[in-house]
């Protein structure tokens, strides 16, 4: 199946005793067993079946399922946010006193979790160039355990050379985390192109219609583990936690994912409500239509920008003078999604005045809604960041960032018109 096909259809086969068309809701938080034989199986791993909706549910499965084969991966694991979905990645790898490198340019939230919270649990995080994969041989060491990035950088809408950071990765014996919200499986096949595993907010692009926070872990299947057994003894020698399970050898090429859900998710619990599963499900079918939408207006709003006196400057990877176009090119399909950002001549202020006088686009933090939405990152997402590391993510003071929805064109053009004539 395609993408549009597999966005409609995959992990799903009608309901064999209802005969229901659309993905049931099963909002159960217990599954019954046949008989205490049965239970025990089930607890032991040795037959696949429900026991609780923290761990697993059959609604959320027709969603991982859907999610694995958009991305090319093996298998996934949903959970209530992309934030879990991040911080359960690493967390399936990384001990106390392990680290990680990821690129600087980060998701607000990813960047507090890697710069603060990471560290405060035992885990270092080293920030990497993300046009410099060439360093990350000389920022690791025997507890270093993935390099992390971003397809698209949110908010600096940088395009990240995936291949290139595999390879460097791949060098030192390490998986490659990609985070694909901004991009999509539709424009970024981030695990064709290299990367082992891929983490994304439903939130966003997936789901849609922002209604509904969600987040996903697809494991790629390729990735070695066992070659490289001293460096990941979670998932290379008995876990203690669960009856003394060998991932690598109980689940082959799916033992990351295996343990993402009987480790992080069941023992510390940011499970997916059923409801929200569904919504984000209703949300994937019409992706590809959205995106394509998406990408067109915002090229055409790049472009209006562009040439618009009061101006100073665009960033959109698709726009001919981007420094990212050989990438989209060559990596997105020469698509390159629905987030811009630009600055005005006159500064700070006037951006502050531009975001006021917008009234179609709505003032938020979100993005990937089909509705357009408008942010100014230094004085919201990215308010905790010092001069310095906002320069180092890639968000100047004046960034007005744009989230293009799918609305008339003419209708977004004649909002940014007017806004722009009341600054
Ligand atoms: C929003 C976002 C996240 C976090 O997702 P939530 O669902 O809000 O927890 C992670 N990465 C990127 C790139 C995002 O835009």
Redesign the pocket.
Known sequence: MRHETAALHAGYEIDPTTKAVAVPIYQTTSYAFDNTQHGADLFNLNVAGNIYTRIMNPTTAVLEARLAQLEGGIAALCVA??????TYAVQTLVSAGDNIIATKT??G??YNLFAHTLPHQGVEVRFVDPNRPEDIAALTDAKTKLVYC?SI??PAINVVDIPAFADAAHAQGLPLVV?N??ATPLLCPALALGADIV??????YIGGHGNS???AIIDGGKFDWAAHAERFPQLTTPDASYHGVNYSEHFGAAAFIARARVVPLRNMGAAISPMNTFLILQGLETLALRMERHCDNALKVAQFLQNHEQVAWVNYPGLDNSPYKALIERDFGGKASGLLSFGLKDGREAGARFIDALQLFTRLV???DAKSLACHPATTTHRQLSDEELQAAGVSADLVRLSVGIEHIEDLLADLEQALAAV
């Open positions: 946010s992309g934030m879990a979905a991040i980060l998701y939230g990813t971003e950088g949110n985070d919200t901004v983490v994304e907010s439903l939130t966003k926070i969600g987040g979100n993005i990937g």
